[in-house]
């Protein structure tokens, strides 16, 4: 799950992190009374999306007033954001966050994640940060430098020293650093998250370490034991029938291509995937109903897929270990006999009770493609929706 940049910094904040004073608005009205609290000549206007390139985008603006905060904030409210990683549908802006500029002497990045490679936290640390920081880890990879630590264990003095090291900062600017630091680590472990970045993280003019920006996402699977956290999610920000899938525990994922898939395990998925595109199409989605599926889970995975317009045929693609195949025949079938099916589909079952589930496909009256194997399963498929 991600969050929105105030949200993060408000978080962030909590644990010790130095932000800049900020007020989020979702309307011009509330201009006049919030940027009471601000005590600045200069505004930055900032577009809130969960989505990173918003800077180059258009979407954060520097106001020499109130008068041009609420210019530039007429014009972003309500603007279709298009960046690097919306995509070209773009997002639409639903709220902005005004902050008190600040006067910038240095730009770095900083960030602390999950690394599953390692089993560690690692610290990513540049004395290059802002918009460019991706240029920077394609043509200059050795100017960012990776601090990796054990997660039961605090930040040594070396692990703080290796940290930040890269920005070149003074004793003073150093601690200040360190602290910001030690701030992330908490923050990443007492909210499981798995990503938090700062990008920019600024040395001001007044020899203060600030962070400018931030973002943090959230291991979906802890979310139960943050219900604060939980409630910062923005239903906005994410695809409808992502969200639909989540209420029935599904991961499911909307793709660009054409063959939905409905797959039991993320390896499976995964290799599904892979081998539509071997011969010739594209995925709609990613989908894994996961182990232990109900008739109602399956039924509602297969209704998520055919809600999406792209959709031209489906490969439904299970192994029964824990999940029974006659309980995946039976689920496809319900959804496909109640949205009236049209387009091509193609299953493939093998596993517990598959003769079952075939007997129960074959006795259903759909015209439902068999396939014996993946390979042959893939072929069908494509070739059903040319």
Do not use: W
Not at 109 to 127: E, G, N, Q, T, W
Not at 235 to 258: F, Q, T, V
């Amino acid at each position: 799950m991600n969050i929105h940049e105030h949200q993060a910094k408000d978080l962030i904040k909590s644990f010790g992190a130095p932000v800049s004073k900020g007020v989020v608005i979702f309307s011009i009205n509330e201009i006049d009374q919030k940027i009471k609290d601000l005590k600045s000549d200069l505004y930055v206007v900032k577009a809130q999306i969960h989505a990173g390139g918003r800077g180059k985008a258009g979407g954060v603006k520097l106001a020499k007033s109130i008068d041009e905060v609420k210019s530039i904030s007429q014009n972003l409210l309500g603007k279709i954001l298009i960046t690097n990683q919306t995509g070209p549908q773009g997002r639409e802006v639903k709220r902005l966050y005004i902050e008190e500029a600040s006067d910038i002497q240095k730009e770095f990045y900083l960030s602390c994640l999950v690394d599953r490679a390692s089993s560690k936290i690692a610290f990513i640390s540049s004395a290059e940060g802002g918009m460019d920081v991706e240029e920077v880890a394609l043509k200059t990879p050795d100017k960012i430098i990776t601090t990796r630590v054990f997660l039961s264990q605090k930040l040594s003095d070396q692990d703080l020293e290796n940290i930040v090291r890269p920005f070149n900062l003074n004793i003073e600017q150093k601690e200040q650093a360190k602290k910001v630091a030690i701030s992330l680590f908490e923050t990443l472990i007492k909210t499981d998250a798995n990503l938090i970045e700062i990008n920019p993280l600024i040395l001001t003019k007044q020899n203060q370490i600030k962070c400018l920006d931030a973002k943090i996402n959230f291991d979906d699977n802890a979310l139960f034991r943050h219900p604060e956290i939980k409630a910062l999610r923005d239903l906005n920000e994410e695809d409808p029938m992502e969200i639909e899938a989540s209420k029935y525990e599904l991961a499911y994922i909307k793709l660009d291509g054409k063959i939905g898939c409905m797959v039991n395990g993320a390896g499976l998925a995964m290799a599904t995937m892979d081998i539509i595109k071997f011969y010739g199409s594209e995925p709609a989605n990613f989908l894994d109903v996961g182990g232990g599926a109900t008739k109602e889970k399956v039924s509602a995975a297969f209704k998520i897929i055919l809600s999406d317009k792209n959709v031209r045929g489906i490969l439904v693609n299970i192994f029964g270990g824990i999940m029974r195949c006659d309980i995946i025949a039976q689920g496809v079938i319900d959804a496909a006999k109640e949205v009236e099916l049209k387009v091509p589909l193609v299953v493939r079952l093998a596993g517990t009770n598959v003769e079952e589930g075939k007997e129960i496909l074959k006795k259903s009256g759909l015209k439902i493609i068999s396939a014996n194997n993946l390979n042959e399963a893939a072929q069908k498929i494509v070739e059903a929706t040319k």
